[in-house]
Every structure is written in C-alpha cells, then in structure tokens.
C-alpha cells in the first residue's frame, strides 16, 4: 500500500514536470515568416496584431498609416502612366494625356501631396481606356501590386479632410519590407514571437541572424497568382520559379531540418480569378488542367510538395491573406498543428 502511494505520488511529480515543461514550450514559441516579396508576409503579420487577443489597431496607429495610403495610391498610378509611356499605349485624349504628363512630373511619389487635384486627375487617369489596356498587361510586361485597383476606387474616400484608415485599407497597404520585424502575438491557446523578414532577393542574407535563434515552425508565403509574372527586381525571372527555388532553398537547410514548415498558398482567390483566363502553361508546361481551378491549385500544391525532403513536416493552406475571417481559421488549424508538434502528435495536411 505504501508502494502504491509513493508511485502515485512520483506519477503526479512527473505530471506536474511535464505540464511544466508543455508551459515553458508554449511560452517559447517562435514563428520566422518567410518567402518571397509580394507573397502576402506583412500582410499575414498585420493580421496577427488585428486577430489576437484584444486585438486591432488604436486610433493614433491608423492615422500613421494615412500617408500611407496616398502613397499606395500615388506611386501605383505613377507605375500604371509610366508603363504606358514605355509599352507605347495611347492614352484617350491629349487633353488625359496632358493630366499624366503633369502627374508624373509634379507630383511626388511618397504621398506628401495629396489635394483633390491629386485626387481627381488619379480618378481620371484610372477610367481611360489607354490605362486599363495597361493595366491589363500587368505581371508579364512591368509590376504593379495587386491592391492598386482597390486605392483607385477608394479615392472618394481618402480624399475626405476627416479621413481615417480602416482596417481593411491598412491591410492593403504595401511598403517594401526590409530588415527583421518581430513582435509578441497573444491568443487563447497561445502566445508566440512571430519575426518577419524582408523577401527581396537583397533581403535575403540577412535571414542568417533569425537561424540563431531557436524556430518553432518555419511559416513560407507563396502568391499562388504569381505564376504569370515576373520578378520586379529582375525582369527576367519567373516570379513562381523564384518562390519554388526559395522554397527549396529553405526547405533543404540544414538550420531547418527538423523544423516544421507551414506553408501558405496565398492570394487564392486572385489565382482562381486568374487561372479563368491564364493557363498555368505560361509557366509550366508539364500542366494539362487547363482552366481548372482545384486541378491548378493541386498542380501548384505538388510543386511544393516534391521539393521538401520530409513531407510529414510540411503542412499546406490555401489562404487569402487580407481575408480576416480566412486568416483566423487557417491559424486556428495552425495553432493547433504547432500544439500537436510540440507534444509530437502530428500528422501532415
């Protein structure tokens, strides 16, 4: 009887260490974000500050990003009206014409002036015809980021004196990244570091100071509809070779060979919007699922696969990043998985 007691004593010892050590694992969570630029990592970022606990942005934050939001709109039509002049695309009159010359020569592309000059002669430029056929050849002949349109039909509204950014235009917003950004996200089941890391191919070297640290998991964002475009610093690259050799990069590390890789299919719906009219022969011959939205995402899905020499550590979500409500579900399955792993009860995706 004593016997029993004293095991039953040592069972509740090592039952207490154990759930010591679960605790001590879960505080030390560490998530590097990684991937190519462009592919949705700061977006994924900002959506852990909007998802966690007590979560958002307070007013004095959103104000900060108002500049910001002139800028997106700025710089993204200074793009459209220059890759018209390049691509030898009239615009519709000279009087629109006229309005771009002073456009790109007046005004500045960081956003510090915006009146509703600025305002209306972006309105103008964005309804010609010349700047939708433009806008139309964009990916495969110059870059322009997937939000611009978004900034372009919201100009009534930024234009307002009282004018705040909301959260979904915060999301939207781009800024080539840089460095490393880390932060602290707190959650029901979960506190975690999330660093994420600039994607540019002269951003890279400088991943070797996250590899120092203990990783948890590896999160990698890819843009599902990139698989028609170009890299905008190289014009000459594929932008989805690029994400697969990067992915194959990290996946075959010798930092990460033990670490679990979660990655992100991001811009879902922009592919299957794309995949309608491009077919994923631009870029790979080897696909015959035409114009199939499911058989292109798993023709994509298996790219990845091939190329991670341990597939019961990679797990795989199709995502749309600036979708709150898409992002709080995939990480909830996310979450879990990082639990699973770390009591080493996990299986693939």
Same mark, same amino acid.
């Given at each position: 009887?004593?016997?029993?007691?004293?095991?039953?004593?040592?069972?509740? +010892?090592?039952?207490?260490?154990?759930?010591?050590?679960?605790?001590?694992?879960?505080?030390?969570?560490?998530?590097?974000?990684?991937?190519?630029?462009?592919?949705?990592?700061?977006?994924?970022?900002? #959506?852990?500050?909007?998802?966690?606990?007590?979560?958002?942005?307070? #007013?004095?934050?959103?104000?900060?990003?108002?500049?910001? $939001?002139?800028?997106?709109? $700025?710089?993204?039509?200074?793009?459209?009206? @220059?890759?018209?002049?390049?691509?030898?695309?009239?615009?519709?009159?000279? #009087?629109?014409?006229?309005?771009?010359?002073?456009?790109?020569?007046?005004?500045?592309?960081?956003?510090? %002036?915006?009146?509703?000059?600025?305002?209306? %002669?972006?309105?103008?430029?964005?309804?010609?015809?010349?700047?939708?056929?433009?806008?139309?050849?964009?990916?495969?002949?110059?870059?322009?980021?997937?939000?611009?349109?978004?900034?372009?039909?919201?100009?009534?509204?930024?234009?307002?004196?009282?004018?705040?950014?909301?959260?979904?235009?915060?999301?939207?917003?781009?800024?080539?990244?840089?460095?490393?950004?880390?932060?602290?996200?707190?959650? +029901?089941?979960?506190?975690?570091?999330?660093?994420?890391?600039?994607?540019?191919?002269?951003?890279?070297?400088?991943?070797?100071?996250?590899?120092?640290?203990?990783? @948890?998991?590896?999160?990698?964002?890819? +843009?599902?509809?990139?698989?028609?475009?170009?890299?905008?610093?190289?014009?000459?690259?594929? +932008?989805?070779?690029?994400?697969?050799?990067?992915?194959?990069?990290?996946?075959?590390?010798?930092?990460?060979?033990?670490?679990?890789?979660?990655?992100?299919?991001?811009?879902?719906?922009?592919?299957?919007?794309?995949?309608?009219?491009?077919?994923?022969?631009?870029?790979?011959?080897?696909?015959?699922?035409?114009?199939?939205?499911?058989?292109?995402?798993?023709?994509?899905?298996?790219?990845?696969?091939?190329?991670?020499?341990?597939?019961?550590?990679?797990?795989?979500?199709?995502?749309?990043?600036?979708?709150?409500?898409?992002?709080?579900?995939?990480?909830?399955?996310?979450?879990?998985?990082?639990?699973?792993?770390?009591?080493?009860? $996990?299986?693939?995706?």
């Amino acid at each position: 009887m004593g016997c029993g007691a004293s095991r039953s004593k040592e069972d509740k +010892a090592i039952s207490k260490e154990l759930d010591a050590e679960r605790r001590r694992r879960r505080n030390e969570i560490r998530l590097l974000l990684l991937g190519p630029g462009e592919s949705g990592k700061s977006t994924i970022f900002k #959506q852990m500050k909007i998802l966690q606990l007590d979560g958002g942005f307070s #007013q004095e934050e959103m104000v900060k990003y108002r500049n910001l $939001v002139f800028r997106n709109c $700025v710089s993204e039509m200074k793009v459209l009206t @220059t890759a018209a002049q390049k691509l030898e695309i009239p615009l519709s009159s000279t #009087q629109i014409q006229q309005y771009a010359q002073w456009f790109l020569d007046q005004v500045p592309i960081d956003g510090s %002036v915006w009146t509703m000059d600025v305002a209306n %002669v972006i309105k103008l430029l964005w309804a010609d015809s010349g700047v939708q056929k433009t806008y139309a050849l964009r990916g495969s002949h110059y870059h322009l980021n997937d939000t611009a349109p978004y900034f372009f039909e919201n100009i009534d509204r930024f234009i307002a004196a009282d004018y705040v950014p909301t959260q979904a235009d915060i999301l939207r917003t781009r800024i080539r990244s840089t460095g490393i950004e880390e932060a602290d996200f707190h959650f +029901a089941d979960m506190n975690f570091k999330m660093m994420d890391v600039g994607g540019q191919r002269s951003e890279r070297r400088k991943w070797i100071h996250c590899f120092e640290k203990c990783i @948890t998991a590896i999160v990698f964002c890819a +843009a599902l509809s990139c698989y028609d475009q170009v890299l905008r610093e190289d014009d000459q690259t594929n +932008a989805m070779k690029d994400t697969l050799d990067l992915f194959e990069e990290i996946a075959n590390s010798p930092f990460f060979s033990s670490v679990a890789l979660i990655l992100l299919l991001n811009k879902r719906d922009l592919f299957e919007e794309k995949i309608k009219t491009v077919d994923l022969k631009v870029w790979n011959p080897n696909y015959t699922g035409g114009h199939d939205y499911d058989k292109g995402l798993q023709f994509i899905r298996d790219r990845f696969h091939e190329l991670h020499p341990r597939p019961d550590m990679l797990f795989i979500h199709p995502t749309i990043a600036i979708d709150s409500q898409n992002v709080d579900l995939i990480f909830r399955a996310v979450r879990s998985t990082i639990l699973r792993l770390l009591l080493g009860d $996990v299986t693939p995706t």
